[in-house]
C-alpha cells in the first residue's frame, strides 16, 4: 500500500507519522512491523525529533552545506544533488508496531525527505506480523 505526497519546494521533510499512524488504523494492524520504502532516487525516508521544527531547517542545511545543489557533477539531468542526499539519508525503515502505534522515541517522527521538488510521491508500506522474530 501506498501513501501519496504531494511536495512543495525543492528540499524539505514532511513529517508523516500521522498519516502512517491513520493507516496502521485503518488496516486494524495492532502487532508487528511496518517497512517503509521510497522508490525515488531523489528522496528518502528518516526518523529524528519532530518537536522543535528546527531540528528539521537544521538537517537540510547541513546537507545543503555538505552537497551543494551546484558542483562539479557529472549527472547531465542537473540534480545530482538530490540523488547523493537520498543516498545518505536512505530509501527505507524499519519500525516496531505496538498497540497499533509506531514505537518511536518521545521526540520522534518519521520524515518523508525531498531533495528534488516540488513532485508528487509515493511512500510505500508494508506490514508483517512478529512472527518471523524470535
Known amino acids: 500500500m501506498d501513501i ?7 528540499t524539505e521533510m514532511l513529517d508523516v507519522t500521522a498519516r502512517i499512524e491513520e ?3 485503518r488496516e486494524g ?9 521510497v522508490p525515488h532516487t531523489t ?9 522543535d521544527p528546527a531540528v528539521k531547517a537544521d538537517i537540510l542545511t547541513v546537507l545543503s552545506q555538505m552537497v551543494p545543489w551546484e ?4 549527472h547531465r539531468e542537473g540534480n545530482s544533488s538530490a540523488h547523493v542526499k537520498a543516498s545518505l539519508m536512505g530509501a ?3 519500525i516496531a508496531v505496538e498497540k ?3 514505537v518511536l522515541g518521545t521526540w520522534q517522527g ?9 513532485r508528487k510521491r509515493r511512500l510505500t508500506l508494508r506490514l508483517s506480523d512478529a512472527s518471523f522474530v524470535r
Open 100 to 102: 497499533g502505534r509506531l
Open 4 to 10: 501519496v505526497l504531494r511536495t512543495e519546494t525543492r
Open 29 to 37: 494492524f495492532e502487532e508487528g512491523f511496518c517497512f517503509l520504502y
Open 92 to 94: 527505507s525503515a524499519l
Open 23 to 25: 493507516r496502521l488504523h
Open 110 to 118: 518519521v520524515f518523508f525527505c525531498e531533495f528534488d521538488g516540488p
Open 71 to 74: 558542483a562539479d557533477y557529472q
Open 43 to 51: 528522496a528518502a525516508i528518516t526518523i529524528n525529533e519532530s518537536a
